[in-house]
Structures are given as C-alpha cells and as structure tokens.
C-alpha cells in the first residue's frame, strides 16, 4: 500500500467528505466518516487487487477454493486499516480531527453470514490464505438476512430479522457481467450418440439467475488481495428468455420471490438438519454458481485441457453443505465438456477435499432421495451411478466390508447420505482436531477408513492471530512488541518467546495492568447495555458459543445456582468475588435451548438483585452475541468455559481466542482443549470429567444413571428441585422441562456425572487465583503456547499436505 503521513491521510479525509458530502469535516457524521474512509480504503485496495489477480494469471499457480455456505467475516474497515498498513496513522488523523475510531469502527454492521464455529472459520482461513500469499478465496452467499438479531424481552429470547443490507454495504462490488444461470427441476433427456456415448439434455428447468458480490480479502501487509464472492438469486431478465410462457412466469410476483429466497436468510440452526427444501435448494445454487466459475476461469487462465484441472484448481468443502459439488463438477465434465464417466471421475476426486466439522447425528446430513431427484434430476442421476458404481467396487474389491454395505451405500433408507457422498467423491477428508479426527477413523467413519486409508487426516483448527490478538488486544500486542520484538507478527509461534518472561515481576505487572484495563473496558460496555454494575477486580469466567445441550451452559448454570445456595447459607462465605459473563443465540426451534436461556436470565436476575450476596456474584448474559461481541469480551476474559461433553465438540475454537488474550481453560478432555493441554502442561489448565472413551462407553454399555446422583448429591437435588419447584420461575411450570430432561431421559450430556469434578476443579482455580503471581505466570504461559493456534499453522498444514500448493511469491520469486 502506499504509506501516507498522517498529514496525507487526513487531507484525503477531508477532501472526501467534500466531494461526497459536500460539507466541510468539522460538521460531518461519524456515519460520514466511515463512509470516507471505507471508500477511501477501498481505492487503496483496488489496485492490488488487481495487481494480484494479473500475478496469479501470469504465474498460473494453482487457485484454492473454500466453498462454504456460511462466512462470518466480521467487520472489516479497521481489519482492513490494519493489514493495509494503516491501522495507526488511521486512528492517528481521527483523534486530531476530534474523532473517536472506535465509535466510527463500531457503525459497521457485522454481517451475520455465520452460524459460529464454522463460519467463522472460514473466514480466518481466507485471512491466513491472504496473509501467507496463497491464492486461496472463497465461494459463499449473499444472505439478504443473517443471523436474527438476539433480544431478551422478559429473560426470552425473541429473534429479529437481521437486514444487514440496509444502509449499503461499503465492500462489496456487484459483478453483473459474470453471472451465471441455475437450472432447477426440469427433466432430463437421454440420446445415444453416433460414437455410442450418451448424450444428455435438460427441457422445462426452472432459471435462477446468480449474480456474484466481490469482498475483498486483504493479507497483512503483503499487497496480495484475495477474492470471496458470495452469490445473490436473482429472476432471470426477460430478454433471456425463450418462449412468452416463460416470460409470463417469471413476471409473477410469487415467482419473483420464491427465487430470491434462494439467497433470502441464512439457516439459523446448526443443530439439527430438518431436510427443508430451501435449504437444498441454497445448497445447490452456491456450488452450481461456484463450480461454473471455476470451470469458466480455468478455461480463461489456462490453455491446457480440464484434464489437467487437479494441477491448478482445489476445492476444499466446508462441511458437507457443498457436497453437491461432487455431482455438478461431473455433470459439467460429462455433460458441457464432453469427458465419459472415468475421466470425469478421475478428475473430480483429485479436486475435491472435505472437512467434517461434526459427528452428531441429528446434524448430519441427508436428503429425502425423491426431493433431489425432483429438484434436480440430472444431479440425482449422477449420485445413482457414483452410488451403485460405489457399491459393485465394495462387493467385488473388497468383499471384507460387504455386509457394511447398507451402512455405506450414498443412496441407503430412500435418504441420500451427503458425508457419505463426501468422502467417496474427494481425496481428503479431514477432521478438526487430533481427537475429532481419530472418532472419525475409528468409530463414525470406521468402515470408511477401512476402504481409504490414506484419505483421512487431522488438520487442527486454528484462528487469526491478527484479528483475535492484534487487532481486538492492541495493549497486550504492543505489550509483546515491547518485549520479545514484532517477529510474533508474521511468524506467531514466536510467541514461546514470552515463555522466558512468564518469571518476570515486571512485565507480569504490565500484563496484569492490561488485563485489568481491559476488563474496566468490558465492565463499561455491560453497564452501558444492561445497567449492571461490574466490579473489574472480580474474576471474569467467560462462556461464549452457541447454546447446545452438548455444550453444557446447563452445567455451568448449576454451578452458578450451587454458589449461590452457599452465600445465602453462608453470607460471610469466603470467595473472590465473580461475574459470569455469557453470550448464547439458540436456534429458534430448539426447544430446550432456549430454556436454559430463560433459566441463565432467571438467574442473573435473582442473583444481581439479592442483597444477601453483596457484590460477591455477577451474572451478565449479553444479548446478540456475535462476532464484535466477543472482540470486546474475549480480551478481558480471566477464566474461558470449554466444558462440552467430552467427544462431543469437535474442535471449538473459542478456547484457542481466549488462551490467545491469556484465560485460562477451564475445560474437559474434548476437541483442541486436549491439545492445549497438551502444550501448556496440566498445571496451565484446569481439566475435568470424563473422558470420551468414559462417555462413549456409558453410551455404548450403559451403567449411568442420573437419579442416583440426585438422590445422593445433596446440592445437585436442591438445585433440580428449586427447578422444578418453580423457585426461580413465576409459573410453576417454567423450568420443568430441564428437570424432566436430565431426569426422565437419564441426562444424556453428562450433566450431574460432571457437577462434582466441575465444583472440585473450579476449587483449584479459586486457589490458583488467590495466588496472583503464578495466575499470571500461567497466563503469560498460555499467551506463549498459543502461536500454534493460529489459522496461519492450520493453513500452511492444509497447503502443503492437501492441495500441495506453496505461496505464491516463493514458488515464483
Ligand atoms: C449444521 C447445520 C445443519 C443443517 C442446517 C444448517 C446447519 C448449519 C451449520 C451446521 C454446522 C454444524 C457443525 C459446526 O458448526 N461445527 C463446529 O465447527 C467448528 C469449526 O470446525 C468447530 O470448532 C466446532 O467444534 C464445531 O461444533
């Protein structure tokens, strides 16, 4: 980027809001100003855009696609100032033209196109491919609805659309010359050729036209700027059109809509897979749109025959959400470009790479098999051969797993198995953590594993070190500057380097300086939005993700509800002062969720209000958690809640942000909690419960029963029955739900076989805290293990051993 002086910059400022606003800065918005610098920026970026996009066609180096239906990229304009190289002088020229930067970065809506973990992910991974200079971007969708807004009316929670779009949206450029057209439904003609191929044609399909939005992916600092393209639905224009029935259609209204609803809102649960026909509907229209694309670009940039496509393109499928890929490269292949069944075959499979993010079965997907067939015929076609061809090389090849074949077949029970389809259609599949990966092999995907061997791998997740440290901690980052050098900036296992001044009294002061800042900072952001007071010298123990059973904010819940029964036994009880600080959305269906919800509203609403407890305990639930959100949190956490059920959560990648900001983990034996550990040691972390071979086996063997724990454990009773006594709800039947739910259905989390280890551990982290100076030692201790966890490390492993890429300016000096 072209470095300005600060003089520079605000010149350019100044002359924007002229030019656009035609007033002079001093009476110009803050709305105003983001509008100058985000446009301002975006002429910074253009030109290495471009320069990017001639690089990668001239060295034709091979391009990296991450398809995936869900990108949550948060707000971009002080990202952008930072890895542009402009983030100070930025902040610099606002505050002397008597502006606040953070309440100017604060106006941007973040867009919601996530769910959480995996959409998120997805988005650090297009910052680390910028960041390391590898040709890598990202197919998604333009959602006019993200994820609703989260209110509490009455410890409720209610969902509110989310029309991020309202005010425009400064990133994106609209490319109406590439788009593209989707055909639904139809039906499928089979000819015989002269030389004997068949020959397949489509009649009556139902056109959607696919328009795609470019966001600029700006690495750090290294002029190389990435593309996510993220597709809108759109009726096709008339004059596209072949016969006056169609015209006529395409001009109803309720026609008009129904397409537009192909990119209307973003599915909001990520727990259970319903097999709505919007949602295959969505599913096809971003890997059709993406596939074309690439196909179409390919063909542009290169001379050399599709034959050759595995040389030069990956496609890396998050989740099985763009399974569909598999079929439509094919049906491209074989169809448009005339290739037979093997080449298509061959080719495919050496292009495709999935990542499994899940091994809970209510959220794996399948498809009734006559809704794809309906909705998409020739599609459908395909996945019947991929299956039965599938199915003859088990029988013939490997007769050892033939009686596995109904639990292996794509096409089983008139459903069709979309991670099935996955891994037979791909040459990788990949876990998100050592232990995720290793239940895949042995146990989900045994069978699989047995046939592919060499496809399964480990690629841990990781997160951006610029977003979730840089930017969000600048005090701690400059802290680490100060001491151990800017090296940890590009290189961020350089962080170990702190682990020589985790003894160090006065930089431990510093730290904890910062930490306390931090916290002041967060204490005023809770004020400001729910009115609370927080005490910043209180400890922080955080708990931030989307609520699942599986994710357990029932047990830390009931931990809350056994301290307090304490106090109001004990006022004089001895304690450091705690505030529990929670951020949750629960899908708008599930049930039980949004009980736990109400429950941890009913709670912090007792407990913030009960004289008796005299600030010795906070409850704060923060409404709409998102993104910007936990930038503002994760920062001044002191304690981070992993304690999902062991074998349950994948990866979870919270725990990675806050060990990053210096928490420390409260955490059970689960996704990369265990390899955290691993590298802190067990004196930096705080482990407990079972373990996943314990819980797999109660599942697999019995011999839990949850009544004897509350017939036994006096506190887990009293806590259950203040439940369902209604003592912490008007009505008698709030909270009933929860009690029959643990009780009747022998709690299938865990819940109450993990009270007693979850109290016992935090005991330990009282102690550990009592003691300032080794908390801080173990603090600093995490911060310094934490490089590792950055998405840079994840991306460098998923290049060099799945798409076998180098970045681009050392393969090509
Ligand atoms: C599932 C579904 C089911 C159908 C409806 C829409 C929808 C949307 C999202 C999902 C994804 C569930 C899987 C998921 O989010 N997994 C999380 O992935 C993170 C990144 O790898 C990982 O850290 C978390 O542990 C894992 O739960």
């Known amino acids: 980027m072209p470095q300005f002086t600060v003089n520079e910059l605000t010149e350019k400022i100044k002359h924007k809001i002229i030019v656009e606003n035609q007033k002079d800065i001093k009476d110009a918005s803050n709305k105003e100003i983001y509008g100058a610098l985000a446009s301002l920026l975006i002429e910074e970026i253009q030109y290495n855009w471009d320069t990017t996009n001639k690089k990668y066609k001239e060295i034709e180096c091979k391009q990296i696609y991450y398809l995936s239906m869900e990108f949550l990229i948060g707000r971009l304009l002080e990202s952008n100032l930072l890895n542009c190289g402009l983030l100070d002088i930025t902040n610099i020229a606002l505050k002397n033209l008597g502006f606040d930067p953070e309440q100017i970065y604060a106006l941007e809506r973040d867009p919601g196109l996530g769910n959480g973990g995996l959409g998120r992910l997805a988005a650090c991974f297009l910052d680390s491919l910028a960041s390391l200079e590898y040709a890598g971007h990202g197919y998604g969708i333009r959602y006019q609805y993200g994820l609703f807004e989260q209110r509490f009316i009455h410890g409720n929670q209610i969902e509110l659309p989310d029309y991020w779009l309202n005010d425009g949206y400064a990133w994106e450029t609209r490319k109406e010359e590439e788009s593209l057209c989707i055909h639904f439904n139809g039906i499928v003609h089979m000819f015989k050729k002269n030389d004997g191929n068949l020959e397949f044609k489509y009649e009556n399909t139902d056109k959607v036209m696919a328009i795609p939005y470019y966001i600029p992916i700006v690495g750090y600092q290294n002029k190389i700027i990435n593309t996510l393209r993220l597709w809108s639905a759109e009726p096709v224009l008339n004059e596209k059109m072949n016969s006056t029935k169609e015209v006529t259609r395409y001009q109803d209204l309720n026609h008009q809509h129904s397409i537009e609803q192909i990119s209307g809102f973003l599915y909001p649960d990520d727990s259970t897979h319903d097999g709505k026909l919007l949602r295959l509907k969505q599913q096809y229209f971003l890997v059709s749109s993406s596939i074309q694309h690439i196909i179409q670009t390919f063909k542009r940039n290169h001379s050399s025959s599709l034959t050759c496509l595995p040389e030069k393109v990956a496609i890396q499928i998050n989740d099985t959400h763009p399974s569909m890929a598999i079929p439509e490269l094919m049906r491209i292949l074989m169809d448009d470009e005339g290739y037979g069944w093997d080449i298509a075959w061959d080719i495919t499979t050496k292009v495709i790479a999935y990542t499994n993010h899940t091994t809970l079965s209510e959220a794996l997907e399948t498809w009734p098999k006559e809704m794809l067939n309906q909705l998409l015929p020739r599609i459908y076609m ?144 809770v004020h400001q939005r729910t009115g609370i007071l927080v005490d910043h010298q209180s400890i922080f123990d955080v708990q931030i993700k989307r609520l699942h059973e599986y994710k357990r904010q029932l047990l830390n819940i009931f931990r809350i509800i056994s301290i307090y029964n304490d106090i109001k036994n004990n006022p004089n009880l001895d304690m450091i002062p705690r505030t529990f600080i929670f951020g949750a959305k629960a899908a708008p269906s599930y049930h039980l969720a949004k009980e736990v919800i109400k429950l941890i509203n009913k709670v912090a609403s007792i407990v913030n209000h009960d004289p008796d407890i005299r600030g010795k305990l906070k409850v704060i639930f923060l409404e709409n958690y ?188």
């Open 626 to 813: 998102n993104v910007s959100l936990a930038e503002n949190i994760i920062p001044a956490a002191d304690i981070s809640e992993q304690i999902s059920t062991a074998s349950k959560e994948a990866s979870g990648t919270g725990n990675m942000k806050m060990m990053m900001n210096g928490a420390l983990t409260v955490g059970t034996l689960d996704g990369a909690n265990i390899e955290i550990r691993d590298l802190v040691g067990d004196k930096n972390i705080f482990i407990f419960g079972l373990t996943a071979e314990e819980v797999i086996h109660y599942q697999q063997n019995g011999g839990y029963n949850a009544v004897d724990i509350y017939n036994t454990d006096e506190r887990v009773k009293r806590i259950l029955d203040q439940l369902h006594h209604g003592e912490f709800g008007k009505h008698d039947i709030e909270f009933k739900d929860i009690y029959y739910h643990i009780l009747s259905h022998n709690d299938p989390y865990f819940v109450l076989k993990d009270f007693d280890p979850f109290i016992e551990i935090h005991n330990f982290v009282e102690q550990a805290y009592r003691d300032q100076f080794t908390w801080l030692q173990m603090s600093v201790t995490n911060i310094a293990h934490s490089g590792k966890f950055s998405s840079d490390r994840t991306i460098q492993q998923y290049a060099s051993e799945i798409w076998k890429i180098k970045p681009v300016y050392e393969s090509y000096p």
């Open 382 to 525: 395909i996945i019947e051969e991929i299956n039965e061809r599938f199915c003859i090389n088990i029988w013939y090849e490997h007769p050892n797993l033939r009686e596995r074949i109904p639990e292996m077949a794509i096409i089983a029970d008139n459903q069709v198995h979309m991670a099935r389809l996955a891994i037979v259609g791909s040459f990788s599949v990949n876990g998100v953590a050592r232990i995720h990966t290793e239940i895949l092999k042995n146990k989900e995907m045994k069978h699989f594993y047995t046939l592919y061997p060499d496809r399964f791998n480990n690629k841990t997740n990781g997160i951006t070190h610029r977003r979730w440290l840089l930017k969000v901690n600048p005090e701690l980052s400059n802290l680490i500057t100060e001491i151990i050098g800017p090296e940890w900036i590009r290189r961020p296992k350089q962080l170990i380097s702190l682990i020589k001044y985790s003894k160090d009294r006065s930089f431990l002061e510093k730290f904890y300086d910062v930490k306390q800042k931090n916290k002041q900072k967060l204490a005023n952001l």
